[in-house]
Nanobody
Framework: QLQASGGGLVQVGGSLRLSCAAS????????VEWHRQVPGKQREFVAA???????DFADSAKGRFTISRDDAKNTVYLQMNGLKPEDTAVYYC???????????WGQGTLVTVSS
C-alpha cells in the first residue's frame, strides 16, 4: 500500500515536497511514478524513478521537479520548486513491480498553487 502526503497551499514560485511511503511494497523493486489530476481532466504523468534510480519527467516538470528515493525509509519523494498555478492538482503516486508488474496507487494529495 502507498501513502502519499505533503500537499498543501503554496504561493507561486514556492516549493513543496511530496512523499510516497510504502508498506508491503519494496519500492526499490518497483518503478514509482507521480501523476496528477485536475477535476474534469485526465490524470497525467509527472515523474518516475526506476528501481535502479533512472528518472524521467514530463516536459512540464523538467528543470523544476526532482524525484528521489530513500530506501531506508521505503519512501519516494517529489521535490517541486518554482511552482506555478497550473501545477495545482491532486497528486498520486503509483508503483509498478519490476518483477510481477503488479500496480498499486496511493491516495491523492492536493497541491494548490495560488497566484
Amino acid at each position: 500500500q502507498l501513502q502519499a502526503s505533503g500537499g498543501g497551499l503554496v504561493q507561486v514560485g514556492g516549493s513543496l515536497r511530496l512523499s510516497c511511503a510504502a508498506s508491503g511494497i519494496i519500492l526499490r523493486s518497483n518503478m514509482v511514478e507521480w501523476h496528477r489530476q485536475v477535476p474534469g481532466k485526465q490524470r497525467e504523468f509527472v515523474a518516475a524513478i526506476t528501481g535502479s534510480g533512472i528518472t524521467d519527467f514530463a516536459d512540464s516538470a523538467k528543470g523544476r521537479f526532482t524525484i528521489s528515493r530513500d530506501d531506508a525509509k521505503n519512501t519516494v519523494y517529489l521535490q517541486m520548486n518554482g511552482l506555478k498555478p497550473e501545477d495545482t492538482a491532486v497528486y498520486y503516486c503509483k508503483s509498478t513491480s519490476h518483477l510481477t508488474s503488479a500496480i498499486a496507487w496511493g491516495q491523492g494529495t492536493l497541491v494548490t498553487v495560488s497566484s
